[in-house]
């Protein structure tokens, strides 16, 4: 299989290829399409987020019908090999094809969501298709947390039937995502000087991953197992004052390590045994999910330590929160409905601070977290910050457009596989702006995102164009 460049999506993928277009250097490609937009005689609006939209109007036979919009985004995730010399923000991608793939030497290749905008590119410029009036979103800075999205307004949805071109697979659409929000929790401290014996206690060995489509498997927290051996410690009478807790890099992945030094007058021997009991039934209960888990416990130094009465309440806070999948979806098997993330926690000069990620298609699940939360705030002297707050785009049995996209794809041979998603996705934004609109997610197969080993299907980018057309001809 050739990379056609006489064929329109396939040439527009290999112009994008040539514009960095990294997340947070999304400029050149949004003026790009800009340019597009001018060149074509077509309507469009850029924002100051390097958003694009574009307008065209319905084919001839068409202009009744009800306007369609397609939506992909701008940016890529920029990862390259060790061993590769290239500059993201201002080389080109270096484009060759293997097996019938599409690949980029040693560096990501931005089929996520290059597809896409390839797509919606060689629609916009073609006068002989059959559609509805359509317009075009562009977003930017979808792969570090749907910023262009968030950045649109409810005017700026120019339809109330959505296809998103972020949804790989071919035979595959999704029928809902997650919404949530992210929680600080602020723990106050004080610290105090100290001269008792100072200990390390280290969590290693779990296996993390993505909060929203690993929560269900019930994978170890660090930041939670850590705070439950301390609890477990000073249930059995030993004297644990904390020093600091530190765990986690990121709020929307399940954190893999975690350390506490703490001080304390107890026996070693006592603390060590104890330790081993906590970890050896901690073991057993992750023995499928995370058999590589372990504890480390030595000496440390410390010369002052959390006083007794704040380094208490943060324990009690992180013993007792809710954390890991809450809730699975009655109508769509394998969903995870509800779930809260403990992902960081950083102790600071003055307080301890927990960053939670909530999430849930569902606003009642999202606000009963939240209220969880901050009832036990309460109760431990800790205040609870929710910002960022997102919505969800919850499973509708009715969809017309999905209803279409199945009827094209059976014609085809192929019977549609409907998909649901525990993590974020742009849908849920412009869910949130149209409560009534239909969403379906479409694209070709691709493989790898993220990873200088992404590629694309060559075979699946040319069948899944011609799906997309076919579907707009029947809307």
Same mark, same amino acid.
């Given at each position: ?93 270096? &484009?060759?094809?293997? +097996? =019938?793939?599409?690949?980029? *030497?040693? $560096?990501?290749?931005? #089929?996520?969501?290059?597809? !896409?905008? @390839? ?42 039937? &959505?296809?998103?071109? +972020? =949804?790989?697979?071919?035979? *595959?659409? $999704?029928?809902?995502? #997650?919404?949530?929000?992210? !929680?600080? @929790? ?290």
């Amino acid at each position: 299989m050739e990379f056609d460049l006489n064929k329109r999506h396939c040439y527009y993928f290999n112009e994008i290829a040539k514009i960095p277009h990294g997340s947070f250097n999304e400029q050149a490609i949004s003026d790009y399409l800009v340019t597009f937009a001018k060149d074509n005689g077509l309507a469009y609006k850029q924002d100051d987020k390097f958003n694009v939209i574009i307008d065209k109007p319905a084919s001839p036979g068409y202009e009744d019908s009800e306007p369609v919009i397609l939506q992909a985004h701008i940016d890529m995730v920029c990862e390259k090999n060790k061993d590769v010399e290239h500059d993201f923000t201002k080389d080109p991608l270096d &484009l060759y094809v293997e +097996d =019938g793939w599409l690949k980029a *030497r040693g $560096t990501t290749l931005g #089929a996520d969501d290059g597809y !896409g905008v @390839s797509y919606m590119l060689a629609i916009l410029e073609n006068k002989d298709l059959k559609h509805p009036p359509l317009s075009c979103i562009f977003t930017s800075m979808e792969e570090v947390g749907l910023l262009g999205a968030a950045n649109l307004q409810a005017e700026d949805m120019h339809g109330r039937r &959505l296809i998103n071109l +972020d =949804g790989g697979g071919e035979v *595959r659409t $999704t029928v809902s995502s #997650a919404g949530g929000a992210t !929680g600080l @929790s602020h723990c106050p401290i004080r610290f105090e000087a100290s001269t008792k014996p100072a200990y390390a206690l280290r969590v290693r060995g779990l296996k993390g991953g993505h909060s929203g489509a690993l929560i269900h498997m019930e994978l170890g927290n660090s930041n939670t197992l850590l705070a439950r051996i301390l609890k477990e410690l000073q249930l059995q009478g030993l004297d644990v004052q904390l020093s600091s807790f530190n765990g986690g890099l990121k709020f929307n992945a399940i954190p893999r390590e975690a350390d506490a030094v703490f001080v304390s007058a107890a026996d070693p021997e006592k603390l060590q045994a104890a330790i081993r009991c906590s970890e050896a039934n901690i073991r057993e209960e992750l023995e499928f999910s995370d058999p590589g888990f372990s504890v480390i416990f030595e000496p440390a130094d410390a010369e002052k330590a959390i006083v007794q009465k704040d380094s208490d309440a943060f324990l009690n806070y992180m013993y007792l929160m809710i954390n890991g999948f809450q809730h699975r979806s009655v109508a769509i098997e394998g969903l995870t409905a509800a779930s809260l993330n403990a992902g960081v926690v950083t102790t600071k000069e003055d307080e301890i601070l927990i960053e939670d990620l909530i999430r849930s298609a569902l606003k009642t699940h999202t606000d009963d977290m939240i209220s969880h939360l901050k009832v036990l705030a309460g109760l431990c002297g800790v205040t609870v910050e929710i910002r960022d707050r997102f919505p969800g785009w919850g499973f509708k049995a009715d969809s017309p457009l999905r209803n279409t996209l199945r009827e094209v794809l059976k014609e085809r041979g192929i019977e549609l596989k409907e998909e649901a998603s525990h993590g974020g996705l742009e849908c849920s934004m412009f869910k949130g702006l149209v409560e009534d609109m239909d969403i379906i997610t479409y694209g070709p197969v691709s493989q790898g995102a993220h990873t200088p080993g992404e590629k694309l299907d060559l075979a699946s980018f040319d069948r899944a164009f011609d799906v997309l057309c076919e579907v707009l001809a029947r809307c």
